[in-house]
């Protein structure tokens, strides 16, 4: 805090750089906090001070001498956590515990509260004088305050459970640690093996000693951190950490499959969760409902990371699944999606069509999100207003006017996209259409002159068709609204280190739809498994593309209410290839394995 402090009451004209510098060299000399020096050396009052930080935080000041502490809420914090951070506990109403601190910005110190003592922590500031006081009443002694000239985790540095970060880190001071109201926690390296952080745990908890129990957060801590940036470094798209009855255990999702990575003691999941939920803001105290979060990850001084975080309470506790949003991972240029030229040729002229609506189609996680954000991404430009209405909003980009779908206060698809005609746009994205309502407006946003695209859930882009008139919109608007749709699956990459010819009988190609032809000339490979692809074979992932432009006869054939088959047929007669074929085409190429292909797409 001590840099960020004086930078602050520099700004402030509380200080002068000199006064500020001759602070920071009694401080080195001395040790202590920053604060302390100040008011030692009669730069500042102590009142003077804590009325400053009070304002800057936003936080109550409180005169501790006047307070008479409740023994029963005294117990709640041990004395080696308040001389640690210097805080003081004051008073508990129901789940919310008050808790007076010399440095308020501390969220290092709030998260060890919350997480010890399982409560809402409600921040008030008190001198430090008057908080050393305190605690010297209520604890007894002062070895390990401030007074032994140690330094503790305001004087410049903001000492972490694991890790600790200079107030010069890019990681900022205090104020930088929140964007978004998404709490970030930097981790520089995680070079511990979890194994042994694991083996901390069961030691611990296995102890009786309640000294010992209480430096069970650290090795957490630790483990929590380890499953996040191992997740990271394996390429995971979700963490799922499950309790059961006799274990608990962790899987990433890698390339669309689940791989169980670590199985835990069952006596930890509560611990977990609570470390989990404290980093996404949420209730530690409620175990009953379902919550939704959001953290965001610094790594190193450049990568940020966030995690969408859901907490459901299952049988034998609360299930938390993250969802890793890496925005650096992110491929947002179309011609590197895995698009065949024809279908990216039709896809780039629908896309920058004045008006009329486009389809993405297909199941969660097939990369929906990804193929509308990199649409969106081509047609970002500054003489264009670009309006987008999702749940959740998973990345942000610069030009484009994002709004966060919350049904809960009737901020639903259907009123966004109400709200976006009034605001003058040139092009709508509308994160799903799940109802009639919906679908009504974007309908008529289309044919009024703007360019709408959304996604729906259907098996194939022909059904897309059935599935909107499904919803009671008329025949003759989604003919001549419709312009485009598009349904996509993700199959898994062959490994490139790995890779290897695999023979595969001539029957069993024609099988799964190669010409004969083709079969004479289709070379099949496989990935034997390797260390670089965890033995799977398999590394990355491309899409499947089925691009269905609506031409002149499949209008036709939708006016007259034809069914899904019939303009199937119509759309490959006019060229396009299906989900199996563009599967096909990526087995040809060398880019995937019939397995997958087989795995992600239906026959045709």
Same mark, same amino acid.
């Given at each position: 805090?001590?840099?960020?402090?004086?930078?602050?009451?520099?700004?402030?004209?509380?200080?002068?750089?000199?006064?500020?510098?001759?602070?920071?060299?009694?401080?080195?000399?001395?040790?202590?906090?920053?604060?302390?020096?100040?008011?030692?050396?009669?730069?500042?009052?102590?009142?003077?001070?804590?009325?400053?930080?009070?304002?800057?935080?936003?936080?109550?000041?409180?005169?501790?001498?006047?307070?008479?502490?409740?023994?029963?809420?005294?117990?709640?914090?041990?004395?080696?956590?308040?001389?640690?951070?210097?805080?003081?506990?004051?008073?508990?109403?129901?789940?919310?515990?008050?808790?007076?601190?010399?440095?308020?910005?501390?969220?290092? %110190?709030? $998260? *060890?509260?919350?997480?010890?003592?399982?409560?809402?922590?409600?921040? #008030? =500031?008190?001198?430090?004088? +008057?908080? !050393?006081?305190?605690?010297?009443?209520?604890?007894?002694?002062?070895?390990?305050?401030?007074?032994?000239?140690?330094?503790?985790?305001?004087?410049?540095?903001?000492?972490?459970?694991?890790?600790?970060?200079?107030?010069?880190?890019?990681?900022?001071?205090?104020?930088?640690?929140?964007?978004?109201?998404?709490?970030?926690?930097?981790?520089?390296?995680?070079?511990?093996?979890?194994?042994? %952080?694991? $083996? *901390?745990?069961?030691?611990?908890?296995?102890?009786?000693?309640?000294? #010992? =129990?209480?430096?069970?957060? +650290?090795? !957490?801590?630790?483990?929590?951190?380890?499953?996040?940036?191992?997740?990271?470094?394996?390429?995971?798209?979700?963490?799922?950490?499950?309790?059961?009855?006799?274990?608990?255990?962790?899987?990433?999702?890698?390339?669309?499959?689940?791989?169980?990575?670590?199985?835990?003691?069952?006596?930890?999941?509560?611990?977990?969760?609570?470390?989990?939920?404290?980093?996404?803001?949420?209730?530690? %105290?409620?175990?009953?409902?379902?919550?939704?979060?959001?953290?965001?990850?610094?790594?190193?001084?450049?990568?940020?990371?966030?995690?969408?975080?859901?907490?459901?309470?299952?049988?034998?506790?609360?299930?938390?699944?993250?969802?890793?949003?890496?925005?650096?991972?992110?491929?947002?240029?179309?011609?590197?999606?895995?698009?065949?030229?024809?279908?990216?040729?039709?896809?780039?002229?629908?896309?920058?069509?004045?008006?009329?609506?486009?389809?993405?189609?297909?199941?969660?996680?097939?990369?929906?999100?990804?193929?509308?954000?990199?649409?969106?991404?081509?047609?970002?430009?500054?003489?264009?207003?670009?309006?987008?209405?999702?749940?959740?909003?998973?990345?942000?980009?610069?030009?484009?006017?994002?709004?966060?779908?919350?049904?809960?206060?009737?901020?639903?698809?259907?009123?966004?996209?109400?709200?976006?005609?009034?605001?003058?746009?040139?092009?709508?994205?509308?994160?799903?259409?799940?109802?009639?309502?919906?679908?009504?407006?974007?309908?008529?946003?289309?044919?009024?002159?703007?360019?709408?695209?959304?996604?729906?859930?259907?098996?194939?882009?022909?059904?897309?068709?059935?599935?909107?008139?499904?919803?009671?919109?008329?025949?003759?608007?989604?003919?001549?609204?419709?312009?485009?749709?598009?349904?996509?699956?993700?199959?898994?990459?062959?490994?490139?280190?790995?890779?290897?010819?695999?023979?595969?009988?001539?029957?069993?190609?024609?099988?799964?739809?190669?010409?004969?032809?083709?079969?004479?000339?289709?070379?099949?490979?496989?990935?034997?498994?390797?260390?670089?692809?965890?033995?799977?074979?398999?590394?990355?992932?491309?899409?499947?593309?089925?691009?269905?432009?609506?031409?002149?006869?499949?209008?036709?054939?939708?006016?007259?209410?034809?069914?899904?088959?019939?303009?199937?047929?119509?759309?490959?007669?006019?060229?396009?290839?299906?989900?199996?074929?563009?599967?096909?085409?990526?087995?040809?190429?060398?880019?995937?394995?019939?397995?997958?292909?087989?795995?992600?797409?239906?026959?045709?």
């Amino acid at each position: 805090m001590a840099a960020k402090l004086g930078q602050l009451l520099i700004a402030s004209n509380i200080i002068t750089n000199e006064q500020l510098q001759q602070a920071l060299n009694h401080q080195k000399s001395k040790g202590g906090r920053l604060g302390a020096s100040l008011i030692e050396l009669e730069l500042i009052t102590e009142e003077k001070l804590v009325s400053f930080l009070s304002k800057q935080y936003g936080v109550p000041s409180i005169n501790l001498a006047e307070y008479k502490i409740d023994p029963a809420v005294v117990k709640l914090i041990p004395p080696d956590m308040a001389k640690k951070y210097l805080i003081a506990p004051v008073a508990r109403v129901g789940a919310t515990l008050t808790v007076a601190m010399s440095d308020p910005s501390n969220i290092f %110190a709030v $998260d *060890d509260v919350k997480f010890m003592t399982g409560y809402n922590v409600e921040v #008030v =500031v008190a001198s430090e004088s +008057a908080i !050393i006081d305190t605690i010297r009443q209520y604890y007894g002694g002062g070895s390990g305050l401030v007074a032994s000239g140690k330094k503790s985790s305001g004087s410049g540095m903001i000492q972490a459970k694991d890790y600790t970060f200079s107030d010069d880190d890019e990681a900022g001071g205090p104020d930088d640690l929140f964007e978004d109201e998404a709490p970030t926690v930097d981790v520089e390296e995680f070079d511990e093996i979890v194994g042994s %952080a694991l $083996d *901390d745990i069961e030691t611990i908890e296995d102890s009786e000693d309640s000294e #010992v =129990v209480r430096e069970v957060e +650290a090795p !957490i801590v630790k483990l929590v951190n380890g499953i996040f940036v191992n997740a990271i470094k394996a390429g995971a798209s979700d963490i799922h950490v499950e309790p059961y009855e006799t274990t608990l255990r962790v899987r990433y999702r890698v390339d669309g499959v689940m791989y169980t990575v670590m199985n835990l003691p069952t006596k930890i999941k509560n611990a977990i969760s609570s470390r989990i939920k404290i980093m996404s803001r949420l209730d530690i %105290a409620e175990r009953r409902l379902p919550q939704d979060g959001r953290i965001k990850l610094k790594l190193g001084r450049k990568r940020e990371i966030d995690f969408r975080v859901s907490v459901l309470p299952c049988l034998f506790g609360e299930k938390t699944v993250l969802r890793v949003l890496d925005k650096g991972n992110l491929q947002v240029d179309l011609t590197k999606l895995g698009f065949d030229q024809a279908p990216l040729d039709d896809f780039m002229e629908a896309i920058e069509s004045p008006y009329g609506m486009l389809l993405v189609t297909g199941p969660t996680g097939s990369g929906k999100t990804t193929t509308l954000y990199s649409a969106l991404n081509h047609l970002n430009k500054p003489d264009l207003n670009i309006m987008t209405a999702e749940d959740p909003v998973e990345y942000n980009f610069m030009g484009i006017n994002q709004v966060q779908v919350k049904e809960e206060i009737g901020l639903t698809f259907a009123a966004a996209l109400r709200s976006f005609l009034r605001q003058d746009p040139d092009i709508v994205m509308v994160g799903e259409i799940r109802d009639f309502e919906t679908a009504e407006i974007a309908v008529k946003a289309a044919l009024t002159g703007h360019l709408v695209l959304s996604t729906l859930h259907t098996n194939d882009a022909p059904s897309t068709v059935t599935r909107l008139l499904n919803m009671g919109i008329e025949p003759f608007l989604v003919s001549s609204s419709t312009i485009l749709i598009l349904a996509q699956r993700l199959a898994r990459r062959i490994c490139e280190k790995c890779k290897d010819i695999e023979n595969v009988p001539e029957s069993a190609l024609v099988k799964v739809g190669f010409t004969e032809a083709e079969v004479k000339e289709v070379k099949v490979y496989k990935g034997k498994g390797c260390n670089a692809c965890n033995n799977t074979g398999y590394k990355g992932r491309v899409a499947l593309y089925e691009v269905m432009v609506i031409t002149d006869e499949i209008k036709e054939l939708i006016l007259e209410g034809a069914s899904s088959l019939d303009i199937k047929r119509e759309a490959i007669k006019g060229g396009m290839k299906t989900l199996r074929m563009s599967g096909l085409t990526k087995v040809k190429e060398s880019v995937t394995t019939i397995d997958e292909v087989l795995r992600v797409t239906f026959g045709d």
